[in-house]
């Protein structure tokens, strides 16, 4: 079964690093979403991404952080200069068209130090 | 925004016992999808019912879902060890989906 794979699975970072998370959606799907999970909290949404621009994103979502779908298959998150309370575990996720489900990424473990 | 809200929030069963788990949320949705998490892992998708359905099922998987109180029952039959996990509604309300979950359910299931 087609599967949305992140790397890296986990990255420790120091604060103030820029920190780059990569993402490979299922090859078919047209829209594409990043969402993160603070250990022992709800999964939040981030930003969702659809011809080839941003078509929503959150509060969370500030200047510090930008998507881009840089060839035909991946597409990233870059935070730019990361907090302490950046660390998360962030989620890739796509779907192939409105209204059908989203599949998720195992994540990305993001640790900042 | 509105949420997901899921309850109870922690539920212990024993093996081949059901296990049912509800959702709650606050306005009109396109959809609601339920997914699974194993500790520390990725979501993985159960289940996606649509606003203008009101039960469907898929293997030991039952959803219901109930507009007009704005709830969602997932019914887990005849559970197993390996379903020990959290589990969470998510809700669709945009065209974008952008989902928005609940705190989940952490289900434990003893042999």
């Given at each position: 079964?087609?599967?949305?794979t992140?790397?890296?699975?986990?990255?420790?970072?120091?604060?103030?690093?820029?920190?780059?998370?990569?993402?490979v959606?299922?090859?078919n799907?047209?829209?594409?979403?990043?969402?993160?999970?603070?250990?022992?909290q709800?999964?939040?949404?981030?930003?969702?991404?659809?011809n080839?621009?941003?078509?929503?994103?959150?509060?969370i979502?500030?200047?510090?952080?930008?998507?881009e779908?840089?060839?035909?298959?991946?597409?990233?998150?870059?935070i730019r200069s990361?907090?302490?309370?950046?660390?998360?575990?962030?989620?890739?996720a796509?779907?192939?068209?409105?209204g059908?489900?989203?599949?998720?990424?195992?994540?990305?473990?993001?640790?900042?130090? | 925004?509105?949420?997901?809200?899921e309850?109870?929030?922690?539920?212990?069963?024993q093996?081949?016992?059901?296990?049912?788990?509800n959702?709650s949320?606050?306005?009109?949705?396109?959809?609601?999808?339920?997914?699974r998490q194993?500790?520390?892992?990725?979501?993985?998708?159960?289940?996606?019912i649509?606003?203008?359905?009101?039960?469907?099922?898929?293997g030991r998987?039952?959803?219901?879902?109930d507009t007009s109180?704005?709830?969602s029952?997932?019914?887990?039959t005849?559970s197993r060890?390996?379903?020990?996990?959290?589990?969470f509604c998510?809700?669709?309300?945009s065209g974008?989906?952008?989902?928005?979950?609940?705190?989940?359910?952490?289900?434990?299931v003893?042999?």
């Amino acid at each position: 079964e087609p599967e949305v794979t992140q790397t890296p699975s986990h990255q420790v970072t120091q604060m103030g690093q820029e920190v780059i998370l990569r993402c490979v959606p299922i090859s078919n799907h047209l829209y594409f979403y990043w969402y993160r999970q603070i250990l022992g909290q709800k999964v939040e949404f981030l930003v969702s991404f659809y011809n080839n621009e941003i078509s929503e994103k959150s509060e969370i979502f500030d200047d510090q952080f930008s998507v881009e779908r840089p060839d035909g298959s991946n597409f990233t998150l870059k935070i730019r200069s990361t907090k302490l309370e950046d660390s998360a575990m962030y989620f890739c996720a796509s779907k192939q068209g409105s209204g059908n489900t989203i599949y998720f990424g195992e994540g990305s473990w993001l640790t900042v130090v | 925004s509105q949420q997901g809200e899921e309850d109870p929030q922690a539920l212990s069963i024993q093996e081949g016992e059901n296990a049912t788990m509800n959702c709650s949320y606050k306005t009109s949705i396109n959809n609601l999808q339920w997914y699974r998490q194993n500790s520390g892992r990725g979501l993985v998708h159960l289940i996606l019912i649509r606003s203008n359905e009101r039960e469907k099922h898929s293997g030991r998987l039952r959803v219901t879902l109930d507009t007009s109180k704005k709830s969602s029952s997932l019914l887990i039959t005849a559970s197993r060890a390996a379903d020990t996990a959290s589990y969470f509604c998510a809700t669709d309300d945009s065209g974008y989906s952008t989902l928005t979950f609940g705190k989940g359910t952490m289900l434990l299931v003893s042999p």
